[in-house]
């Protein structure tokens, strides 16, 4: 089935719409720029592991206008905000979609049912579905083409330094560090600095008005940014233009397109192919760009595959690839949003990214952290974070991709130690707490850190001591047979891989940091092998007697000490990804004020 009729498009460069965002950048931390402990996770409490039914229920509630509305025969109910209007134009997949332009007007019927809205249109009077992110309230703030919502201040500054924008260009973000106020972020230019961002603080008035300077105070955010358009009055220049930004994607494909059809899916170019599978760039429905991950038949079980994807579809971030649909027969299908670059490893070696100066680099690398930021908020572990399993689209946007695959992997070279003891799984359900299925491997029973009891009926237990010795002991010879008798050409990536991880079968998210660090190395070196001239095995024996990579070619000494944190022997003494994220987001500005003050005089 392909595309229904469409509309002609109107307004293909909308602005982006914070509604789109349903998960905040987890992690990032508002207030102070670095976490006070930079190897313990602040975000969240480590006594209470959020499940995705809790997070979804805090952080994609929204305003007060996405309260649900309950659907009744014949007409609305409920006394939430029915009237939307349409930011962007969209072109309907199924027969249940609307097809619309950008503002077109809405009567919402029902949105109790996800990401994808039961609406009613009040120019052509037909009911359909529509993604929920491509509307937004009349007349609101939100339906402002120069609202960005909730975007961090680094994320303002990628997008207003695009090449579309000039001197002048603005947007309006939410306040990172006060409820209820906003940001202005301006493109401005000097002959010192050339193109560069400043941010002022919008602060709000307890009578409920807005200023940027207290001799200007405007009763709404909407009047303050007209009268920045017509005289600066304070500012470092006129606000000219809203900030471009591409039409966002969808939430998904469209209302109930999880588990999709084989027959749905056109395989149309090759993109890459691996040990376990192909990567194709595909059409959904006749109509939707995606990429396609093809499997090879019995690469992993699919009841195991299909439990972890729904996690994985829930999982949120605009640093994360999207998982969009599966084809759930063998030969199983992963569909996901197309990035146009491929991949980070490819992309640095033979495209663009091999003239990529440093702070490009350091911003790709600042991309990555967020995204893993999110992940360590959301206590999942990605356990195969490198360049190649890094996606790069238009405007250098980085997104981490894969996340939670390489544990399914079935395969003894992949997964060499898949026959240790591992932790039991949580209860088969999607509201489960993601640590309970991505539990790491236990350590071996009686390991220091995890003592076992003794034997039961037995007549004398032996003391901790020699119990505890006995077994660091066999843990010591399990990982010399694991270096004894590791292939030189096994598939799973040990250069990149935590040595706990490697040897043990430890995955943590302090397993991911190490990983992050190895692929600060393929950044800086444009995709150089990590641990050049060494084997697989060599790596491992080295890495564990204390050897360390030397700094990179080309690699600041302040960035190296960041690897170098990430590799600590002890994983509890690495960094945090939300202390990453911080630190690689201000490595060239943290030296200068985070806001401008307005021209008082």
Same mark, same amino acid.
């Given at each position: ?52 039914? %809790? ?13 649900? &509305? ?67 309230? @009349? ?85 303050? @940014? ?7 009055? /304070? ?29 749905? =899916? ?12 192909? @990567? ?54 992963? =569909? ?34 967020? /995204? ?27 997104? @981490? ?7 399914? &992997? ?20 999607? %509201? ?61 990536p040990i250069k990149w891989t935590a040595p706990e991880a490697a040897l043990f079968g ?77 630190f690689l987001e201000d490595y060239f500005t943290s030296t200068e004020p985070q806001y ?6």
């Amino acid at each position: 089935m392909g595309c229904m009729p469409c509309k002609e498009k109107a307004g293909s460069d909308a602005k982006l719409e914070a509604l789109h965002e349903d998960i905040a950048k987890g992690g990032q931390g508002y207030g102070d720029r670095y976490s006070p402990e930079p190897t313990r996770v602040t975000s969240s409490s480590s006594s209470h592991v959020p499940s995705i039914s %809790h997070f979804s229920q805090q952080m994609l509630s929204g305003p007060s206008f996405l309260t649900p &509305i309950s659907p009744k025969p014949g007409g609305i109910a409920g006394t939430g905000v029915t009237l939307f209007v349409a930011l962007y134009g969209y072109d309907a997949r199924t027969a249940d979609d609307l097809t619309f332009t950008k503002g077109e007007k809405f009567h919402i019927l029902n949105n109790t049912e996800g990401d994808w809205w039961e609406a009613r249109s009040l120019s052509s009077g037909r009911t359909g579905y529509i993604p929920s992110n491509y509307v937004a309230p @009349v007349n609101s703030i939100q339906a402002e083409e120069w609202y960005f919502g909730k975007i961090g201040r680094k994320d303002a500054e990628r997008q207003l330094l695009g090449p579309s924008n000039p001197r002048g260009t603005f947007l309006i973000r939410e306040s990172e560090t006060t409820q209820g106020a906003y940001s202005l972020s301006m493109r401005d230019w000097d002959e010192n600095k050339g193109d560069h961002i400043k941010h002022y603080k919008i602060r709000k008035l307890d009578n409920g008005g807005y200023y940027i300077t207290t001799r200007a105070q405007f009763e709404s955010v909407q009047k303050l @940014v007209e009268h920045y358009t017509e005289v600066n009055d /304070g500012l470092c220049y006129l606000l000219t233009k809203p900030c471009v930004v591409m039409k966002p994607g969808t939430l998904g494909l469209g209302k109930d397109a999880w588990e999709i059809s084989r027959d749905s =899916i056109t395989l149309d170019k090759k993109l890459g192919m691996g040990c376990f599978g192909d @990567v194709w760039m595909g059409t959904w429905n006749g109509c939707t760009k995606v990429a396609v991950k093809t499997l090879k038949p019995g690469t992993m079980s699919a009841p195991a595959f299909l439990e972890e994807a729904q996690i994985m579809k829930r999982l949120r971030h605009d640093k994360l690839v999207q998982l969009y649909a599966v084809v759930s027969e063998e030969p199983i299908y992963i =569909i996901t949003e197309y990035m146009s670059h491929g991949s980070l490893l490819e992309f640095l070696k033979e495209g663009e990214g091999r003239n990529l100066t440093l702070p490009y680099l350091v911003d790709m690398a600042a991309q990555v952290a967020a /995204g893993m930021a999110y992940m360590e908020l959301m206590n999942y572990i990605h356990r195969d974070l490198r360049a190649a399993n890094i996606l790069v689209g238009d405007r250098l946007v980085c997104k @981490v991709a894969d996340f939670g695959l390489a544990r399914l &992997i079935e395969d003894n070279e992949y997964n060499p130690r898949q026959g240790a003891p591992t932790c039991s799984p949580g209860p088969n359900s999607p %509201h489960a707490p993601i640590t309970l299925l991505h539990a790491p491997h236990a350590p071996l029973r009686g390991a220091p850190h995890a003592p076992s009891a003794p034997l039961r009926g037995a007549p004398c237990a032996p003391s901790a001591s020699l119990r505890g010795g006995l077994l660091l002991f066999a843990n010591l010879l399990l990982g010399f047979f694991t270096l004894a008798f590791l292939p030189q050409g096994a598939k799973f990536p040990i250069k990149w891989t935590a040595p706990e991880a490697a040897l043990f079968g430890r995955f943590t998210i302090k397993s991911d940091v190490w990983s992050f660090g190895i692929l600060l190395t393929e950044l800086i070196t444009k995709g150089r092998v990590p641990y050049p001239g060494m084997n697989n095995r060599e790596v491992l024996e080295q890495v564990e007697r204390g050897y360390r990579m030397q700094c990179p070619p080309g690699c600041p000494p302040s960035l190296y000490e960041i690897m170098e944190q990430c590799w600590r022997q002890v994983a509890e003494e690495r960094p945090t990804f939300e202390y990453l994220q911080s630190f690689l987001e201000d490595y060239f500005t943290s030296t200068e004020p985070q806001y401008q003050p307005g021209d008082e005089s």
